[in-house]
């Protein structure tokens, strides 16, 4: 009988913001100790015994930054798979399509174990032992769920009443009297929204109680462009098809309603990183109760969180407050409020606002690129390209650009011309120009961009050709 790992990875993470943006979303956020959400969800999925494939349901345009993650980990599992999505439908219709993809690889007795990646659980051999418990359950045809014991009368989690390791009833986030008395209980336990099961179980029960996203998913795979090697396995959900499937969470599609539920009690020093004062949990301490990251220097101030990136943050006289620095935003909150960041994040998304989206730094297949500054008629970027990394053939409309090479050797293909630039080396190309860059060599590409031009925006470009298969 196979064990399957899947690893459930999307959402915004609007509640980081603005660490989190839509395309660098909070799974790829580092934590703190050099490893992002992401990687300590590969690293869990993989120390489960007996694991025969990992799965990755993510979205389509979150792959390459996805197997950076991975492979930046040193780990190699004993198959990976990636179920990419055209957009997020919520996670009935992501685990309704990873259990068709390992149903179709493994058969219908293959045991799945579904693992949110922006959670983190801090004792792995906990969470390894809680995982036998709810396979062993799992293969007697029981949907397992995850009970965490409270430590506290949580009211940002949703609660799971238990007799024994039967599931009593789902109940979701209660205000702080009816928490405390769900603590008291002893009955209670909060919802890690980890899952384990059977293909066949959980096919069954979708047949029965969400059979339209049971089918539409299906459509989908079916449909799905599929690439395989180097043991590794890609499966683009068909995009016409998927967006048609009804959005609901696996929680009420199937779990408030089956009566095969059973639940693993457990501590594992598990946070599911739902707002800052969670991840604040992940960072050092002072004795005047403040968590930060970054350089920061403090005068009187107290029960702080306190973010920064690149420049110093100084702050006196503070207490109870948020305070998260980005290049591009800063975000100032009372730690009381830190659910409505969310509502922040959505006014800005519905604006149109870049830093709902973008950081400065950007992540391509390729590389990465940094704005350093923009004004009218320009922008500068710092770019950087991987060892082999290739950007597509492609022309603007709108705008020219002046390369100078900093570091690194760089292949330019300018019109009709292709050239070897070396450090302090430059090209110019008129807007209009075919051009790719590439980076030929075994040390990273380290390039100075000037753009110039009536119009800058990223979507002021046509490509010919792309390895990574942008269109």
């Known amino acids: 009988m196979s064990i399957v790992s899947v690893i459930i990875s999307g959402g915004a993470g609007a509640r980081l913001w603005p660490l989190s943006r839509e395309s660098h979303p909070k799974p790829l956020i580092d934590v703190g100790d050099g490893q992002s959400l992401l990687q300590h969800a590969f690293r869990r999925a993989l120390a489960i015994p007996g694991v025969t494939e990992l799965v990755t349901v993510t979205n389509r345009e979150l792959l390459f930054a996805s197997e950076d993650e991975y492979r930046d980990t040193g780990l190699t599992p004993p198959g990976l798979t990636y179920l990419l999505e055209p957009e997020g439908r919520e996670t009935a219709a992501a685990i309704a399509a990873a259990t068709l993809a390992v149903e179709e690889a493994h058969g219908r007795d293959a045991v799945l174990c579904i693992l949110p990646a922006d959670h983190m659980v801090a004792d792995v051999p906990a969470f390894v032992a809680a995982v036998e418990q709810a396979t062993a359950l799992a293969k007697k045809g029981r949907l397992v769920t995850f009970g965490i014991r409270p430590t506290r009368p949580e009211t940002g989690y949703g609660y799971i009443e238990a ?11 209660p205000d702080l009297e009816t ?4 603590l008291a209980s002893g009955r209670f336990f ?3 929204g980890m899952f ?3 293909a066949a179980t959980m096919l069954d029960l979708l047949g029965k109680l969400g059979a339209d996203i049971l089918q539409g998913c299906r459509d989908a795979l079916k449909a799905a462009r599929r690439s395989s090697g180097t043991g590794v396995v890609q499966i683009e959900l068909d995009k016409a098809t998927f967006s048609t499937v009804r959005k609901e969470s696996i929680d009420y599609a199937v779990l408030e309603k089956a009566d095969n539920v059973s639940v693993v009690p457990c501590d594992i020093g598990w946070s599911d990183i739902g707002s800052w004062t969670a991840f604040a949990d992940l960072l050092p301490g002072d004795e005047f109760g403040n968590h930060t990251l970054g350089e920061v220097a403090l005068v009187d101030t107290k029960n ?8 110093l943050i100084g702050a006196v006289g503070v207490e109870d407050m948020i305070i998260v620095d980005t290049a591009d935003a800063l975000l100032v909150a009372r730690k009381d409020d830190a659910q409505k960041v969310k509502t922040l994040f959505n006014r800005l998304k519905a604006e149109g606002h870049e830093s709902t989206k973008l950081h400065r730094t950007v992540h391509r297949p390729w590389g990465t690129y940094t ?3 923009e004004g009218e008629r320009f922008k500068i970027k710092r770019i950087e390209v991987k060892p082999g990394g290739r950007l597509s053939l492609q022309m603007h409309h709108h705008r ?14 300018n019109g009709d011309t292709q050239m070897l630039l070396a450090t302090n080396q430059s090209t110019y190309i008129p807007a209009g120009t075919n051009h790719r860059l590439e980076n030929p060599g075994i040390l990273r590409l380290v390039m100075i961009e ?10 002021d470009i046509v490509r010919f050709d792309d390895v990574y298969g942008r269109s």
């Not at 702080?304 to 420049?311: A, D």
């Open 371 to 373: 704005v350093l500054e």
């Open 400 to 413: 020219s650009e002046h390369w100078v090479v900093v570091s690194g050797t760089a292949r330019v293909v």
């Open 196 to 198: 384990c099961f059977t």
């Open 304 to 311: 702080s969180i306190i973010s920064g990136g690149g420049r």
């Open 450 to 459: 000037v753009q110039t031009g009536d119009y800058l925006g990223e979507d």
């Open 190 to 192: 909060w919802n890690a």
């Open 179 to 182: 928490a405390e008395k769900y």
């Open 163 to 173: 007799d024994g390791t039967d599931v009593v009833r789902f109940v979701e986030k």
